[in-house]
């Protein structure tokens, strides 16, 4: 199992950003997928998640109506929009594979089975 990011980067409060997560190694289309991300000094905290055929999204509370998760089976790929950011929203963020399904993702990598190593979004003026 590979999950590479990638598309993080430093963007102005407001701003927007998309990152990817590059899967290999398994049929990536048949697994459910999850955003988490982590500050310094911090646990994970889950994002999102998306179902394995793309048909439903589930968001936690502090992003909800500024991020949106979307995959494209054809490419292995796990996309994260990130819109109006703000400063809280500064963290590493991880594509991850969740060992459960149906919008139960917990803030510890305990939930999940996989992930990658990352890619770095900096919110700031």
């Known amino acids: 199992v590979q999950l590479v990011e990638s598309g993080g980067g430093l963007v102005q409060p407001g701003g927007s950003l998309r990152i990817s997560c590059a899967a290999s190694g398994f049929p990536f289309g048949t697994y459910d997928m999850a955003w988490v991300r982590q500050v310094p000094g911090k646990g994970p905290e889950w994002v999102s998640a998306i179902a394995s055929d793309g048909g439903k999204t589930y968001y936690a509370d502090s992003v909800k109506g500024r991020l949106t998760i979307s995959r494209d089976n054809a490419k292995n790929t796990l996309y994260l929009r990130m819109d109006n950011l703000k400063p809280a929203d500064a963290a590493m963020y991880y594509c991850?594979?969740?060992?459960?399904?149906?919008?139960?993702?917990?803030?510890?990598?305990?939930?999940?089975?996989?992930w990658g190593q990352g890619t770095q979004v900096t919110v700031s003026s």
């Open positions: 991850a594979i969740p060992k459960n399904t149906g919008g139960a993702y917990g803030n510890s990598w305990s939930w999940y089975d996989f």
